[in-house]
């Protein structure tokens, strides 16, 4: 890289980082910068070419009050919810958030930098581990590849369709190859990834996945959701592990766990499959569920 080149460089990147509105440079600081990088600036001219060079290139510096670099690509709000929005979600591997994070404090000065992390909290949720591996997954669904996903210790092939975020995890919607159904599962359940070889032959429309997930979710966490407390009376790694699955917004106690739902038709058929490994400890939702269960044997009287 020619020196020239280098100092227009390391000039936008110290005007992007030490200056803001309220924090501006002059001639002499500038020149204090850059020489602490090792270049040399020998004329001052030289830096109000280079500044004029910058402006010509799109790069708006603020020359009132000294010098500082404005209309940078995101306003503070703007990375404020973008780093809260990252900070929310439940299952970023921890490296992998913090190199988010990394990313969208380069677009701030310093000064703006310290001041979001004194407003930032420190995310305490649990499940983190794998959307390191989203690139390959988006990668797959560009190109409609096939994956190997392996979860719960079993692997299989299938084709992702599309990744949506929901009470702050994502989920993965996907078809087996032949299959035209779409299913789905909550992403950091994934244990690995690796790319398979096939290509999607069967065109399934954006308006049927998004269909999937309107009935998904809505099924679910519609406005009439409410918290419903249920007993776990066969203990496992594995059943909770599908309770996962099953029910994102789970949260577990040391006497049974409780889940936000909709009390509906498609919640009671989720608990009708785990038989007697659990039961439902909210009296209403109890009361509720009896009378689909009686329902059900009536057609085979």
Do not use: C, W
């Not at 002059?26 to 830096?47: H, P, Q, V, Y």
């Not at 988006?138 to 096939?146: D, Q, V």
């Not at 040391?254 to 498609?266: D, I, P, Q, T």
């Amino acid at each position: 890289m020619s020196n020239n080149k280098k100092r227009l460089l390391s000039l936008l990147e110290i005007l992007k980082r030490e200056s803001d509105e309220e924090h501006t440079l002059s001639i002499s600081d500038l020149i204090a910068l850059l020489e602490a990088e090792g270049i040399r600036i020998s004329d001052r001219k030289t830096l109000y070419d280079d500044i004029a060079v910058l402006s010509s290139f799109g790069y708006e510096v603020d020359t009132q009050h000294g010098y500082s670099l404005s209309a940078a690509p995101f306003s503070l709000s703007e990375v404020k919810i973008l780093l809260d929005s990252v900070s929310s979600l439940k299952n970023l591997d921890p490296s992998f958030e913090e190199k988010i994070m990394e990313k969208l404090y380069s677009f701030l000065s310093v000064y703006e930098e310290d001041f979001l992390k004194e407003l930032s909290y420190e995310n305490v949720h649990t499940g983190k581990h794998l959307i390191r591996r989203m690139e390959d997954t988006l990668h797959a669904i560009k190109e409609k590849r096939s994956l190997f996903v392996i979860r719960k210790q079993k692997e299989e092939e299938i084709f992702p369709l599309f990744l949506h975020r929901n009470n702050d995890y994502y989920y993965l919607y996907y078809h087996y190859p032949d299959n035209p159904k779409i299913y789905h599962f909550r992403y950091d359940n994934i244990l690995d990834i690796r790319y398979g070889d096939k290509k999607d032959t069967l065109s399934i429309s954006k308006e049927d996945v998004m269909e999937t997930i309107r009935s998904s979710t809505q099924s679910f966490y519609s406005s009439k959701a409410r918290t419903v407390k249920i007993e776990i009376l066969n203990d496992s790694e594995s059943l909770r592990q599908r309770l996962q699955d099953d029910f994102p917004t789970v949260l577990f106690s040391k006497k049974g766990f409780s889940v936000k739902v909709s009390v509906n038709h498609l919640f009671f058929s989720k608990i009708l499959a785990y038989g007697s490994d659990i039961k439902i400890s909210d009296p209403e939702a109890a009361d509720q569920y009896e009378t689909y269960l009686r329902d059900i044997l009536k057609l085979y009287h």
